[in-house]
C-alpha cells in the first residue's frame, strides 16, 4: 500500500532564502508525481508534475527532483518570497489502474518579511 | 485556463439532511473525482468516476454517499444522510488521461461542509 510522507511538517523562513521541501513515497513503481500549493481554507493548486522519465522539472522559482529507485521528491524553492507562504502537498499515483492519488501531509511554509 | 469549478463554496447543513456537492469538471477531461480533506488531516480519495460509472471507491464511500454525472458538464457528490463526522472539505478534480504521460490532476475550490 503506497504511503506518502512529507518532512519537515512545518517550515519558518527569511525572505529571500532557497529551501527544500521533501517527499517520499513507499512503492517506486509510479509514473508521475504532482507537486501542489494549497493556502488556508482553499483548494489545491497544482505546481509540477514530474513523470517517472524526468529526473527534474522547473516552473519559475520552482524545481522538482524525482529519485524512484529511493522513493524520494524534492521541491526546490529559490529566493523565496512572503507570497509563497502556503502549504505544499506533494501526491503520487496509487498502484491501481484509476489514477487516483495519494497525498502526503504537507509542508506548510511560513516566509517572513 | 481551463479549471475545475466547484459549487457552493461552503454549506452548513443539519445532521441527518442530505447534501449535494456540486462540480463542473474541465469539459475535455475523462476522469473525475471527489476527495476530501478534514480539517488538519491528509487530503484522502472518496470516489473516481469514468465512463459513466464508479471505477474506485474508498472504504469512506458507503452507501450513504453517491456520485452522478446527470449531464455532459456537471460531476456531483451526494451524502444522503449526513453525519457529524462528514464535515470536511470536499474537493472535486478531473484530469484528462490517467497512467503514463502527461496526466495532470486538476482540483476545484472546494466545498466546506460543516454538518451541525
Known amino acids: 500500500k503506497q504511503e506518502v510522507t512529507q518532512i519537515p511538517a512545518a517550515l519558518s523562513v527569511p525572505e529571500g532564502e532557497n529551501l527544500v521541501l521533501n517527499c517520499s513515497f513507499t512503492d517506486s513503481a509510479i509514473y508521475n508525481l504532482q507537486w501542489f500549493r494549497q493556502d488556508p481554507g482553499k483548494g489545491l493548486t497544482s505546481l509540477l508534475l514530474?513523470?517517472?522519465?524526468?529526473r527534474e522539472q522547473t516552473s519559475g522559482r520552482l524545481n522538482a527532483s524525482l529519485d524512484k529507485s529511493s522513493g524520494r521528491s524534492t521541491l526546490y524553492i529559490a529566493a523565496s518570497q512572503p507570497g509563497d507562504s502556503a502549504t505544499y502537498l506533494c501526491a503520487v499515483p496509487s498502484s491501481g489502474n484509476t489514477g487516483k492519488l495519494i497525498f502526503g501531509q504537507g509542508t506548510t511554509l511560513q516566509v517572513k518579511p | 485556463e481551463p479549471e475545475v469549478t466547484q459549487t457552493p463554496s461552503h454549506q452548513v447543513t443539519q445532521m441527518g439532511q442530505e447534501v449535494i456537492l456540486r462540480c463542473v469538471p474541465i469539459s475535455n477531461h475523462l476522469y473525475f473525482y471527489w476527495y476530501r480533506q478534514i480539517l488538519g488531516q491528509k487530503v484522502e480519495f472518496l470516489v473516481s468516476f469514468y465512463n459513466n460509472e464508479i471505477s474506485e471507491k474508498s472504504e469512506i464511500f458507503d452507501d450513504q454517499f453517491s456520485v452522478e454525472r446527470p449531464d455532459g458538464s456537471n460531476f456531483t457528490l451526494k451524502i444522503r444522510s449526513t453525519k457529524l463526522e462528514d464535515s470536511a472539505m470536499y474537493f472535486c478534480a478531473s484530469r484528462k488521461y490517467r497512467g503514463e504521460g502527461n496526466t495532470e490532476a486538476f482540483f476545484g475550490q472546494g466545498t466546506r461542509l460543516t454538518v451541525v
Open positions: 514530474i513523470q517517472s522519465s524526468q
